[in-house]
């Protein structure tokens, strides 16, 4: 692993309010939360006393959704001076991104968006990075997406794009695995492939997600990263083979919308605990 994001083997969950006296309650033992940015850009109120009291006990992972890294407009100059303040009030330990694009010609759009894989994307992408780094005084981890479409004006492989991002910009990588399960399955891919190519080196968090499944016009399985419910089998699968090759790294457990109660989802980040401690056990 780079040693620029190396990290102690923590695990955490998303936080939401409604969990928030239980968490204090009850806690997570070498835990982390991770938070959507957008969420706290207000000056105070509710979610920021709410937000300080986590603060005060564990790591944060500050999480953007709606930068648009890579859409072809400049950086919002507002959305990243908001940023910026949130990164200095609360210091979290991990800050990321995703690859994707959720703006256009002053128009927002609430999705995070796929992109071409192409030199001219490539250029704009670091542009972006360079420019959000150098904002917040430190590097990111971008975070490869979640796809329902490819485009046939691509050029490059989606972990070659990625390797060459971190390779130029200095950032890191977030490592979605349930991205990487969804997106495979919808191209009809190997995820076992995708991440034997993928540069894990650079690899500083991983995150861990349900999905759904729908049916697509020609009634074939069609994924969704819908992050409300638990992890599946096949992404756990693929994350105990994913450690077996690279050791422990900080894991987040993703879970935004049909929330279940607290202890069910401490419990999904104790399952990612035991395995990591396998690792370690299997280290030592």
């Known amino acids: 692993m780079n ?3 190396s990290r102690p083997a ?5 936080f939401k309010h409604e969990h928030l006296g239980a968490i204090l309650d009850q806690g997570l033992q070498q835990g982390f939360f991770e938070v959507h940015a957008e969420n706290y850009m207000g000056a105070g109120g509710p979610p920021h006393r709410a937000l300080a009291a986590i603060r005060e006990r564990y790591p944060l992972s500050l999480h953007g959704v709606c930068m648009s890294i890579g859409g072809p407009d400049a950086l919002d100059s507002t959305h990243l001076a908001r940023f910026r303040e949130l990164v200095e009030r609360y210091e979290p330990a991990f800050v990321s991104e995703h690859l994707a694009w959720s703006s256009h010609g002053g128009t927002f759009f ?10 001219e994307t490539l250029d704009h992408v670091c542009a972006h990075i360079d420019r959000m780094q150098a904002a917040i005084g430190r590097p990111i981890l971008l975070e490869n997406p979640s796809t329902y479409v490819m485009f046939a004006s691509s050029t490059m492989s989606e972990t070659d794009f990625l390797r060459a991002v971190a390779q130029r910009t200095g950032c890191g990588l977030l490592l979605d695995v349930n991205n990487v399960f969804v997106s495979a399955t919808n191209h009809g891919d190997s ?6 190519a993928f540069p894990l080196e650079y690899v500083g968090e991983i995150h861990l997600a349900g999905h759904s499944e729908q049916r697509d016009d020609e009634d074939q399985p069609l994924l969704i990263d819908s992050h409300d419910r638990p992890v599946a089998d096949e992404v756990w699968d693929l994350y105990a083979a994913l450690i077996a090759r690279i050791g422990p790294v900080p894991t987040l457990i993703e879970w935004d919308s049909d929330l279940p109660a607290w202890p069910v989802l401490r419990a999904q980040a104790e399952a990612a605990r035991q395995l990591l401690n396998e690792r370690l056990c299997h280290e030592a």
């Open 3 to 5: 040693d620029s994001f």
């Open 10 to 14: 923590l695990v955490g969950t998303s």
């Open 110 to 119: 609430n999705d995070l968006l796929p992109l071409p894989y192409r030199r």
């Open 191 to 196: 995820p076992r492939d995708y991440l034997a």
